[in-house]
T-cell receptor, first 115, second 113 residues
Framework: DAGVIQSPRHEVTEMGQEVTLRCKPI?????LFWYRQTMMRGLELLIY????????DSGMPEDRFSAKMPNASFSTLKIQPSEPRDSAVYFC?????????????FGPGTRLTVL | QQQVKQSPQSLIVQKGGISIINCAYE??????FPWYQQFPGKGPALLIA?????SEKKEGRFTISFNKSAKQFSLHIMDSQPGDSATYFC????????????FGSGTRLSIRP
């Protein structure tokens, strides 16, 4: 099993540019989560999907952020336009189901730097 | 009410010593408490978890102690090793919230050889 795959691993862009982060969850997992990690705010849940449908996007910071899951094997997180304060590590995680002790499996993250 | 408060922010322990990380919560609807371990450049990974119907859970050198009345839980790492150096996150989840996990702020643990 390849685990959760994220791309790119590193992204450096200039303020105002569009950024697209990609995630491939573990096959068979029903839930997909997007997190943002910074020193100041720690690990924050941005949005999560169940069976490709967004369930809770209350963590999405602004309208500049959007996420999609067109099918069970692919999701994107888009920032348009990007700002320096968006610099962070963005993680994607997937979970097999809502069982009581189901584990979220995290990808390696995408380190985003907005200049 | 959704917060999970974690302390200390950083911790240095000698090899062979006991590392202790503490967490507290307010929402009594939380009913599942996992701990995640994160190494530099990697995503967090589940380390150990506990349900509130037990006061302690042990897996190897890692033990969770849970105090439901005080709404506190802690991670103990016995015989701490340099390979345990990582960031540790406590977390909480409400069963009815469909997998949404609330993470603590993290503790950076360094084990001195």
């Amino acid at each position: 099993d390849a685990g959760v795959i994220q791309s790119p691993r590193h992204e450096v862009t200039e303020m105002g540019q569009e950024v697209t982060l990609r995630c491939k969850p573990i096959s068979g997992h029903d839930y997909l989560f997007w997190y943002r990690q910074t020193m100041m705010r720690g690990l924050e849940l941005l949005i999560y999907f169940n069976n490709n449908v967004p369930i809770d996007d209350s963590g999405m910071p602004e309208d500049r952020f959007s996420a999609k899951m067109p099918n069970a094997s692919f999701s994107t997180l888009k920032i348009q336009p990007s700002e320096p304060r968006d610099s962070a590590v963005y993680f994607c995680a997937s979970s097999p189901r809502t069982g009581y002790t189901d584990t979220q499996y995290f990808g390696p993250g995408t380190r985003l730097t907005v200049l | 009410q959704q917060q999970v408060k974690q302390s200390p922010q950083s911790l240095i322990v000698q090899k062979g010593g006991i590392s202790i990380i503490n967490c507290a919560y307010e929402n009594t609807a939380f009913d599942y408490f996992p701990w995640y371990q994160q190494f530099p450049g990697k995503g967090p990974a589940l380390l150990i978890a506990i349900r509130p119907d037990v006061s302690e859970k042990k897996e190897g050198r890692f033990t969770i102690s849970f105090n439901k009345s005080a709404k506190q839980f802690s991670l103990h790492i016995m015989d701490s090793q340099p390979g345990d150096s990582a960031t540790y996150f406590c977390a909480a989840r409400r069963w009815s919230s469909a997998s949404k996990i609330i993470f603590g702020s993290g503790t950076r643990l360094s084990i001195r050889p």
